[in-house]
């Protein structure tokens, strides 16, 4: 079975418009981290937020905030007033101990900001 | 702070051929993992290092190895290159100790690899 999940291979956004880029994720450990990144068309990986699953809050970075439904088992990405500099491809990971803490990852979403 | 460095950024090499991927993490974190990025099987954790030991190791051949020197860069060789090898190789450091679950890793940008 799938650990990480990423429904949405593709997205079409326009710009300055808010957008979701769902996650949901498999494990039976009650501690775990969630993580999504970007991966612009260099390459490069590019770290954006975390979410423990103990926190208690939704984590946010700038624009970027998490929305952790832990019993629904879902970290979607939020992306508030879209850039064209946010077209990437994103990829959600996850670790645990049971895998031990190796980042296993998402398939990603390719996410493509109009103008 | 210079980021994390991959040499070479680019590499072709025929089938049955070895190659010899370096990375040189950010300078004071002793951790370095790396993955291997493919449009088929996505991300895949190759092995982890820390202080020159393997700490963590995915599900990937013999033929797939690696070793961390005492500055912490690190090394991966592929021997006896199969067409399927070819994909782009992350590396990452991260400061952060084995079993944490925040690990924060920075990547580098990645060398791709081409086997014909």
């Known amino acids: 079975a799938q650990k990480i999940t990423q429904t949405q291979p593709g997205m079409f956004v326009q710009e300055k418009e808010a957008v979701t880029l769902d996650c949901t994720y498999d494990t039976s450990d009650q501690s775990y981290g969630l993580f999504w990144y970007k991966q612009p068309s260099s390459g490069e990986m590019i770290f954006l937020i975390y979410q423990g699953s103990y926190d208690e809050q939704n984590a946010t970075e700038g624009r970027y905030s998490l929305n952790f439904q832990k019993a629904r088992k879902s970290a979607n990405l939020v992306i508030s007033a879209s850039q064209l500099g946010d077209s990437a491809m994103y990829f959600c990971a996850m670790r645990e101990r049971d895998s031990n803490y190796q980042l296993i990852w998402g398939a990603g979403t390719k996410l493509i900001i109009k103008p | 702070k210079a980021g994390v460095t991959q040499t070479p950024r680019y590499l072709i090499k025929t089938r049955g051929q070895q190659v010899t991927l370096s990375c040189s993490p950010i300078?004071?974190?002793?951790?370095v993992s790396w993955y291997q990025q493919t449009p088929g099987q996505g991300l895949q954790f190759l092995f982890e290092?820390?202080?020159?030991?393997?700490?963590n190791k995915g599900n990937f051949p013999g033929r797939f190895s690696g070793r961390q020197f005492s500055n912490s860069r690190s090394e991966m060789n592929v021997s006896t290159l199969e067409l399927g090898d070819s994909a782009l190789y992350l590396c990452?450091?991260?400061?952060?100790?084995?079993?944490?679950?925040?690990?924060?890793?920075?990547f580098g940008p990645g060398t791709r690899l081409t086997v014909l």
């Open positions: 300078s004071g974190h002793r951790s």
């Open positions: 990452a450091s991260s400061s952060s100790v084995a079993g944490a679950l925040y690990n924060e890793q920075f």
């Open positions: 290092y820390f202080s020159e030991t393997q700490r």
